[in-house]
T-cell receptor
Framework: AQSVTQLGSHVSVSEGALVLLRCNYS??????LFWYVQYPNQGLQLLLK??????LVKGINGFEAEFKKSETSFHLTKPSAHMSDAAEYFC??????????FGKGTRLHILP | NAGVTQTPKFQVLKTGQSMTLQCAQD?????MSWYRQDPGMGLRLIHY???????DQGEVPNGYNVSRSTTEDFPLRLLSAAPSQTSVYFC???????????FGPGTRLTVT
């Protein structure tokens, strides 16, 4: 059975600092992995996805994530936080194209 | 393209009432799905459809019905609303399975 765990329901970083949002997954088969972002009062928007090609995946808005099979992790990073990055971020895992499981989300706060 | 549209944006129901949440997409996507989002719970899949005439249950299907008579529309029906169904509901569509999805703006439902 697949599952996903996001460490930290709230993360605060200073503007210009490194953003690191953690995601660990469980899957019985090679997974598809995703990060979505949700801005206030909006639906989710895909940031990036891993589908068994390159382990380092680059997404929109300067975000990237690295698939580490040995650690069953797919952490999201951005070198320099911007105020506009304040949002809720969701990691998701799918074993196939019919089921997807979302993490509980991490709210990112940017401190001026 | 309008993308994924949802109506209404807000709705208040009394316990036992019925209603239909509307969802439409104009991207000719085969896959459509409904989620509910509750604080601290992330998104949970209610029902999904892999094409017109085909639907299946997700993680939390009880109390909800769906049908898919056309590629464009995927309504969600609450037959007898309960306070436990107070939530924000998101519809999503995708070209390839449930992984890379486009989300609507959501419907905020309150059941009293």
């Amino acid at each position: 059975a697949q599952s996903v765990t996001q460490l930290g329901s709230h993360v605060s970083v200073s503007e210009g600092a490194l953003v690191l949002l953690r995601c660990n997954y469980s899957s019985s088969v090679p997974p598809y992995l995703f990060w979505y972002v949700q801005y206030p009062n909006q639906g989710l928007q895909l940031l990036l996805k891993y589908t068994s090609a390159a382990t380092l995946v680059k997404g929109i808005n300067g975000f990237e994530a690295e698939f580490k099979k040995s650690e069953t992790s797919f952490h999201l990073t951005k070198p320099s936080a911007h105020m506009s990055d304040a949002a809720e971020y969701f990691c998701a895992v799918s074993d196939n194209w019919d089921k997807i499981i979302f993490g509980k989300g991490t709210r990112l706060h940017i401190l001026p | 393209n309008a993308g994924v549209t949802q109506t209404p944006k807000f709705q208040v129901l009394k316990t036992g009432q019925s209603m239909t949440l509307q969802c439409a997409q104009d991207m000719n996507h085969e896959y459509m799905s409904w989620y509910r989002q509750d604080p601290g719970m992330g998104l949970r899949l209610i029902h999904y459809s892999v094409g017109a005439g085909i639907t299946d249950q997700g993680e939390v299907p009880n109390g909800y019905n769906v049908s898919r008579s056309t590629t464009e529309d995927f309504p969600l029906r609450l037959l007898s609303a309960a306070p436990s169904q107070t939530s924000v509901y998101f519809c999503a569509s995708s070209y390839e399975g449930l992984g890379e999805q486009y989300f609507g703006p959501g419907t905020r439902l309150t059941v009293t």
